[in-house]
């Protein structure tokens, strides 16, 4: 390439870094007018700059340098600082560049990796163990195994003896031709049967395998999904006679909690459909019952919402031609995409079959700012002259309680996305709301007087309190971060999901909520898995090793007869997407350490082990490898 950024930490300290950038031209040309845009997930301090200035949104910077050429073969250096946490890892740098010039030309940029000051260094090792029998994951709750095996073949049948067994029997099969490339021809050879009993609780199922074949009994859909899914794991693959071999086994199992969820976030990083329903797939093998789906956000609107097609026109869309100016990465092209709403159906009707609820996100009132740009003309106040920055570095991301068009604009986004998830519940996020907000706005103070209120605090409560009697007025029930209390305006019906500490969501349970877990300290799978500079992933909230994640013990300090405990529905791992930008980076980052908290989901305490969990993971591993999971390898170099 014709051009190069490089950028080094020059001196950094606990609140703060100060760096050198440096831009060279390789090529013949000189350049007497040009500017410099890159993505750089901190703020830079625009007084820090030692020539020329620097404008940030978001992510997204450009530099200019007044009556600065940039010569051929020749650089251009400028140093900045920043106020937040020094670097430690090399994903922390410059992520994408390219250079606008006087030839109205755009020229991609190289970046060179990060020079760290002081990276991490420390790696995390996995105790080398030995290979358990069997690699169940999550581990039953009751297993007995006896000698001999049972044989399936292509000529095995499946069978069902009630019309509601049948969605999981079609479901085992395809997993067997998906996983063993083995058709079951249905043919009658005795095989395995999809028995109704009625006496078992809701997701708890039973496994017999005898010399008669395989038995799965449950009560309902998740129950069989979840029987078939141990049954998946404990196949043995003859590729030579094309068979499959299972351990003679009596299992009987159920879950710890009733909510075990994953929330991966579309709105930073886009995935086509193909992507989210294989991720949900996975999901079943790991008896997870709910998908969070986290579709709106500052960085792009994902759901289609037909009284308002500017969404996901303007809103879906980012670039540096685009309203929404670029993010992250994919900085100089047209980026993103949305969910058609026969899309929404097609992935709610997909994780049903498969024993999943799929709970959508509408993020407010902050984090709105694909929304605020896709129509302002009913989301912009324009009497607010309130300055704010957000923890992502955005002026304008917030909606306003003191305006009609956001209460209008909630109406027809909540009617729609409510009619289009049969779950019943809706989250709407309402997180990082930031210090500031509105607070010169004279509607919002009309709205404070004709109240009495006295913080912003409260009109966020106010804002979530509507949504919340919308919600309800739709048969929903509302969910939010530990933020949606804030005010003390919503009703104890609503569910909080406490992501700053698990101390936060004990303090939400005494108060009354009901709550699930999601502590950014444990179940993060952003997060860098290890302790050293080349491990991808961010550390604002903790470094997660797969250990870590296993060890994570809901609740462990509170005494098990404690009140407290019966306000804890389950918990939930997080994928947010900021650099996770293809499927293989997301594999890394979330195989092997979701099995660990599907496990801690799943398993009580005193089932749990883990050097029994590595000796389980270390034959898993091969399962893995068959549907071509790029996980994180625990015992490679």
Not at 352 to 381: F, Y
Not at 608 to 630: G, S
Request: aromatic share 10%; glycine share 6%.
């Amino acid at each position: 390439m014709d051009f190069r950024v490089d950028i080094a930490v020059l001196d950094s300290h606990k609140k703060g870094s100060r760096f050198g950038l440096t831009l060279h031209n390789l090529s013949e040309k000189s350049y007497p007018h040009w500017r410099l845009s890159f993505t750089f997930d901190r703020y830079i301090d625009p007084a820090s700059i030692s020539v020329g200035h620097i404008t940030q949104t978001g992510s997204f910077c450009t530099l200019e340098l007044t009556d600065s050429v940039l010569y051929s073969n020749h650089h251009v250096y400028i140093e900045f600082s920043i106020l937040t946490a020094p670097f430690r890892f090399l994903s922390d740098g410059i992520k994408e560049a390219y250079l606008d010039t006087d030839s109205l030309s755009r020229e991609t940029v190289s970046v060179s990796p990060i020079v760290l000051k002081h990276g991490y260094d420390k790696h995390t090792t996995v105790p080398n163990v030995i290979a358990h029998k069997h690699q169940l994951i999550p581990h039953p709750e009751q297993i007995t195994f006896t000698d001999g095996h049972f044989e399936l073949s292509r000529y095995s049948q499946i069978s069902w003896d009630h019309p509601d067994n049948k969605g999981a029997a079609g479901w085992l099969q395809e997993e067997v031709e998906r996983l063993f490339a083995m058709t079951p021809k249905s043919i009658g050879q005795q095989g395995v049967h999809f028995k109704r009993s009625p006496v078992l609780s809701s997701e708890e199922y039973k496994l017999n395998i005898s010399h008669g074949g395989v038995i799965i009994e449950a009560t309902d859909t998740a129950g069989f999904i979840y029987g078939a899914s141990t049954l998946l794991q404990l196949c043995a693959f003859d590729e030579a006679r094309q068979t499959l071999s299972v351990p003679f086994v009596s299992i009987q199992d159920k879950p710890r909690f009733s909510y075990r969820g994953v929330m991966l976030d579309s709105a930073r990083h886009f995935q086509p459909i193909n992507e989210i329903k294989r991720f949900i797939n996975l999901l079943a093998h790991y008896k997870l019952n709910t998908f969070h789906w986290h579709l709106t956000d500052d960085e792009g609107w994902r759901i289609e919402i037909k009284a308002l097609p500017a969404l996901t026109e303007i809103g879906a869309w980012r670039g540096p031609d685009e309203v929404i100016k670029p993010q992250f990465h994919h900085i100089s092209e047209k980026y993103g995409g949305y969910y058609s709403q026969s899309d929404i159906k097609e992935v709610v009707e997909f994780a049903s079959a498969r024993g999943i609820q799929v709970i959508p996100e509408i993020d407010i009132p902050g984090h709105c700012r694909a929304a605020i740009k896709a129509l302002p003309h009913l989301l912009v106040d324009h009497e607010d002259k309130s300055t704010y920055r957000s923890v992502q570095h955005y002026t304008d991301n917030t909606l306003s309680p003191g305006i009609a068009g956001t209460y209008q604009f909630l109406d027809t986004v909540l009617e729609e996305v409510a009619a289009l998830f049969p779950a019943p519940y809706l989250h709407i996020g309402a997180d990082e709301v930031p210090l500031g907000s509105w607070v010169n706005s004279p509607s919002c103070k009309k709205l404070m007087q004709t109240h009495g209120y006295s913080s912003a605090k409260e009109l966020q409560g106010h804002l979530l309190r509507y949504a919340e009697d919308k919600l309800r007025s739709l048969g929903k029930r509302m969910l939010g971060w530990e933020e949606a209390h804030f005010g003390n305006k919503v009703s104890k019906d609503t569910i909080i999901y406490s992501w700053l500490s698990e101390e936060a969501a004990i303090n939400c349970a005494k108060m009354g909520y009901d709550v699930v877990l999601q502590p950014g300290q444990t179940t993060y799978l952003d997060m860098a898995q290890d302790y050293t500079c080349e491990e991808p992933g961010v550390d604002w909230a903790s470094v997660i090793s797969l250990e870590q994640a296993y060890q994570y013990e809901p609740l462990s300090d509170i005494a098990h007869n404690d009140p407290v405990k019966k306000r804890i529905l389950g918990i939930q791992a997080a994928l947010w997407t900021e650099i996770i930008t293809h499927q293989d980076r997301l594999d890394y980052m979330v195989f092997p350490r979701l099995l660990a908290l599907a496990e801690t989901a799943w398993c009580h305490e005193q089932r749990k082990d883990y050097p029994y969990f590595l000796a389980r993971l270390k034959p898993h591993l091969t399962l893995l490898d068959r549907q071509n999971i790029r996980y994180r390898h625990p015992w490679s170099e």
